[in-house]
């Protein structure tokens, strides 16, 4: 099982930037799977989840409709499209892998975290 996120980088305030996180050997491809970020010095923090289907998506109360988290099933790939990025969202963003296929009610629930993915948002 390995959940591998990508796609980070140095972006500036307001730019666009879309994480991937690949299933390798699909093991999450029928459960939700979710995003959390941790920035220096602060806990985890819940980003946006998608359930099996991806009918179901939660977010995080500060993504205030800057993100998009979508899933591909047929790729065993998920992502995250964030925009209008701010200083704020500079973090370690990590995708992980639920056991159910719904949404779970405490986010942090996860099965198996993957790696991270450094986002930085600086001017």
């Known amino acids: 099982v390995q959940l591998q996120a990508s796609g980070g980088g140095l972006v500036k305030p307001g730019d666009s930037l879309t994480l991937s996180c690949v299933d390798s050997?699909?093991?999450?491809?029928?459960?939700?799977v979710g995003w959390f970020r941790q920035s220096q010095g602060k806990e985890r923090e819940f980003v946006a989840a998608?359930?099996?289907?991806?009918?179901?998506?939660d977010y995080g109360d500060f993504v205030k409709g800057r993100f998009i988290i979508s899933r591909d099933n047929a790729k065993n790939t998920y992502y995250l499209q964030m925009n209008a990025l701010e200083p704020e969202d500079t973090a370690v963003y990590y995708c992980a892998g639920y056991r159910t296929a719904l949404i779970p009610s405490r986010k942090s629930d996860a099965y198996y975290w993957g790696r991270g993915t450094q986002v930085t948002v600086s001017s």
């Open positions: 998608i359930s099996r289907g991806g009918g179901s998506r």
């Open positions: 050997g699909g093991a999450f491809s029928g459960y939700a």
